[in-house]
Every structure is written in structure tokens, then in C-alpha cells.
Nanobody, 117 residues
């Protein structure tokens, strides 16, 4: 079992920045990949960025060059981050942290990001 708790969302003006954090606890040794997703109002959930166990990042085309995903590991806890720069109003969404193990996929409850123009 893996537990995830996101934080760092908020209200930001277009062009501004936010840094999301996700604290991951439980069986972190079993995690294969960690990702950030978002769901905008009236839209389907989309993958924003991911990072593999080896640390290789990947990004949706729409956020390349503006968002940076990173991770840190402690003894029994992992931390996933998403630095978001030059935010746009259309990126208003609930952002979710996701972890994939060999057996399952785990989700946090999400953190709201609102970008106003």
C-alpha cells in the first residue's frame, strides 16, 4: 500500500509560478513510476509529467519548458514535486499525484490550482 498527500496548490496570476508537493509513504520500494495528472473543469484527466524509478522525466508537450518534475527519497518516504512556471488560465485544474507499482496505481486526493488572468 502507498499513501499520497498533495499540497502547494492555490490561486496565482497568469504568468506566475507554483510548486506542488506530494508526500508518498508506505511501500515506496515497490514504486516503478511517479506522475502528476490534472483534471480541468469539464475535461478528462490528463498526464502532465512523470518520472521513472531511474529519475528520467517526461512531460506533456503543453508543459515542456515550463514545468519541472523531480523526486527525493528518504528512508520510508518519497517526495514528488512539480515546479510550474509561466502558468496559464487554461491550466486551472485539480492536480493529482500518482504512483505506479507492479500491482496497482495509487492516487492522492488532489490539490486545486487556479490561474487567473
Amino acid at each position: 500500500q502507498v499513501q499520497l498527500v498533495e499540497s502547494g496548490g492555490g490561486l496565482v496570476q497568469a504568468g506566475g509560478s507554483l510548486r506542488l508537493s506530494c508526500v508518498v509513504s508506505g511501500s515506496i520500494f515497490s514504486i516503478i513510476a511517479m506522475d502528476w495528472y490534472r483534471r480541468a473543469p469539464g475535461k478528462q484527466r490528463e498526464l502532465v509529467a512523470g518520472i521513472s524509478r531511474s529519475g528520467s522525466p517526461s512531460y506533456a508537450d503543453s508543459v515542456k519548458g515550463r514545468f519541472t518534475i523531480s523526486r527525493d527519497n528518504a528512508k520510508n518516504t518519497a517526495y514528488l514535486y512539480l515546479q510550474m512556471n509561466s502558468l496559464k488560465p487554461e491550466e486551472t485544474a485539480v492536480y493529482y499525484c500518482n504512483c505506479v507499482t507492479g500491482l496497482s496505481s495509487y492516487w492522492g486526493k488532489g490539490t486545486q490550482v487556479t490561474v487567473y488572468s
